[in-house]
């Protein structure tokens, strides 16, 4: 008794304590938890956390914002700074570049440090990176490299590590994947191929040519196996045509060159062209006009690149579509899926985009600041322009 007395403090407010440790179970700005959760980071009974919550909500110091979930609205006083790792694909294409813009503006606007690397489209640069990101001792890691073939193996140095991983767009073991539903931005992208030649062609296509990224491993191939399928719908006999499979390495260039191998034979005929992205799908379109066979096709892109917008607004394109991935939207949701992992909340296995089609008639709805990027960008090279 003597003993228990003497470590008691008498002016501290025992309810004031377990307020305190209940309030700190919300890590983040903006984080809701269920009860269970508040609980179990608490340290508090269930019973005790649910009182006390029911008071700070009276007090306006919590809000209630589903049957059983929190979330505070006093601002942690003491929020543990996360480190992140970031391999990027690359700076070389605007997807990529989105994608890290979005990111890195989403972790600052959350107060988290990111440590950035640069996979470089390059297999032994990406297992390097992520050696580099293990040394860093980063809390979580978002991978974001297009070769299926290394995937375990960096997925495997960071399980060893035990640091949690997200794949962006490319499946890695174990990882959270993040990115397209490839399958379903593929029929999009089918449907509207195969709707296109019903009403401007009646339906008579000769020739279905597909261009590929073998590297990218299976899963991006089904936007070519959910481009076929789309096509069906409108045009049943599509089975019947010949499939042609070019690989335009997901470049403009390689694209381009394996296009115009391909119309080199003098083949004639119409073709519904199906193409894993953007820059393939413009390197195919250079292609036909090379060879003044522009009327002779119809192409459906990925990603709805600032260069495929260009050209849907180019009267009389036979680039008819791109599906949208919004890549300037990746990174919001990127630090939210992280965020749910290092707080050890339920994240599904894999988190997808939502995706749209990007047409000539629509394109100025979806991206009406467009003008005012092009128009900026042209004022900046004018002005470096005419520096000595």
Same mark, same amino acid.
């Given at each position: 008794m003597g003993n228990s007395g003497a470590t008691r403090d008498p002016y501290l407010v025992k309810s004031l304590v377990h307020a305190s440790q *209940?309030?700190?179970a919300f890590q983040t700005a903006g984080e809701t938890l269920r009860l269970r959760d508040v609980a179990a980071r608490s340290g508090l009974t269930k019973g005790m956390s649910f009182r006390l919550l029911y008071t700070l909500e009276k007090c306006g110091m919590v809000e209630k914002v589903g049957e059983n979930q929190y979330r505070s609205c006093v601002r942690p006083v003491r929020q543990k700074r996360h480190r992140l790792g970031y391999a990027a694909q690359g700076a070389d294409d605007d997807f990529s570049r989105g994608v890290s813009e979005s990111l890195l503006a989403a972790a600052r606007a959350e107060g988290i440090e990111v440590i950035t690397v640069d996979n470089r489209y390059n297999a032994r640069i990406a297992q390097r990176n992520a050696d580099l990101l293990i040394r #860093?001792?980063?809390?979580?890691?978002?991978?974001?490299?297009?070769d299926e073939t290394v995937a375990p193996i960096i997925a495997a140095k960071y399980r060893e590590a035990n640091i949690p991983l997200i794949a962006i767009d490319i499946p890695h073991p174990g990882a959270t994947y993040y990115g397209a539903n490839n399958y379903g931005a593929g029929l999009l992208g089918g449907r509207h191929l195969g709707r296109w030649a019903k009403q401007h062609w009646q339906g008579k296509v000769d020739e279905v040519v597909f261009l590929e990224l073998p590297r990218a491993g299976s899963l991006p191939r089904m936007r070519l196996t959910g481009m076929l399928?789309?096509?069906? #719908?409108? *045009?049943p006999d599509i089975d019947e045509r010949p499939v042609t499979r070019l690989d335009g390495n997901g470049q403009l260039g390689a694209s381009l060159e394996a296009v115009r191998k391909f119309l080199r034979g003098g083949r004639m005929g119409q073709y519904l062209v199906c193409a894993i992205?953007?820059?393939?799908? *413009?390197g195919a379109l250079r292609a036909f006009q090379e060879t003044g066979r522009t009327a002779n096709c119809a192409i459906v892109g990925h990603n709805a690149s600032p260069e495929a917008r260009m050209e849907l607004r180019e009267p009389g394109t036979r680039l008819i579509g791109s599906v949208g991935y919004f890549p300037e939207r990746y990174g919001r949701d990127l630090v939210r899926v992280a965020m749910d992992l290092l707080n050890r909340r339920p994240v599904p296995p894999a988190v997808f985009v939502k995706h749209q089609l990007i047409t000539p008639e629509n394109v100025d709805h979806h991206y009406p600041n467009d003008a005012l990027m092009a128009g900026g960008r042209a004022l900046a090279e004018a002005m470096m322009g005419g520096r000595t």
């Amino acid at each position: 008794m003597g003993n228990s007395g003497a470590t008691r403090d008498p002016y501290l407010v025992k309810s004031l304590v377990h307020a305190s440790q *209940l309030l700190a179970a919300f890590q983040t700005a903006g984080e809701t938890l269920r009860l269970r959760d508040v609980a179990a980071r608490s340290g508090l009974t269930k019973g005790m956390s649910f009182r006390l919550l029911y008071t700070l909500e009276k007090c306006g110091m919590v809000e209630k914002v589903g049957e059983n979930q929190y979330r505070s609205c006093v601002r942690p006083v003491r929020q543990k700074r996360h480190r992140l790792g970031y391999a990027a694909q690359g700076a070389d294409d605007d997807f990529s570049r989105g994608v890290s813009e979005s990111l890195l503006a989403a972790a600052r606007a959350e107060g988290i440090e990111v440590i950035t690397v640069d996979n470089r489209y390059n297999a032994r640069i990406a297992q390097r990176n992520a050696d580099l990101l293990i040394r #860093e001792k980063v809390d979580l890691v978002i991978e974001f490299q297009t070769d299926e073939t290394v995937a375990p193996i960096i997925a495997a140095k960071y399980r060893e590590a035990n640091i949690p991983l997200i794949a962006i767009d490319i499946p890695h073991p174990g990882a959270t994947y993040y990115g397209a539903n490839n399958y379903g931005a593929g029929l999009l992208g089918g449907r509207h191929l195969g709707r296109w030649a019903k009403q401007h062609w009646q339906g008579k296509v000769d020739e279905v040519v597909f261009l590929e990224l073998p590297r990218a491993g299976s899963l991006p191939r089904m936007r070519l196996t959910g481009m076929l399928v789309g096509m069906k #719908e409108a *045009l049943p006999d599509i089975d019947e045509r010949p499939v042609t499979r070019l690989d335009g390495n997901g470049q403009l260039g390689a694209s381009l060159e394996a296009v115009r191998k391909f119309l080199r034979g003098g083949r004639m005929g119409q073709y519904l062209v199906c193409a894993i992205n953007d820059a393939s799908a *413009l390197g195919a379109l250079r292609a036909f006009q090379e060879t003044g066979r522009t009327a002779n096709c119809a192409i459906v892109g990925h990603n709805a690149s600032p260069e495929a917008r260009m050209e849907l607004r180019e009267p009389g394109t036979r680039l008819i579509g791109s599906v949208g991935y919004f890549p300037e939207r990746y990174g919001r949701d990127l630090v939210r899926v992280a965020m749910d992992l290092l707080n050890r909340r339920p994240v599904p296995p894999a988190v997808f985009v939502k995706h749209q089609l990007i047409t000539p008639e629509n394109v100025d709805h979806h991206y009406p600041n467009d003008a005012l990027m092009a128009g900026g960008r042209a004022l900046a090279e004018a002005m470096m322009g005419g520096r000595t």
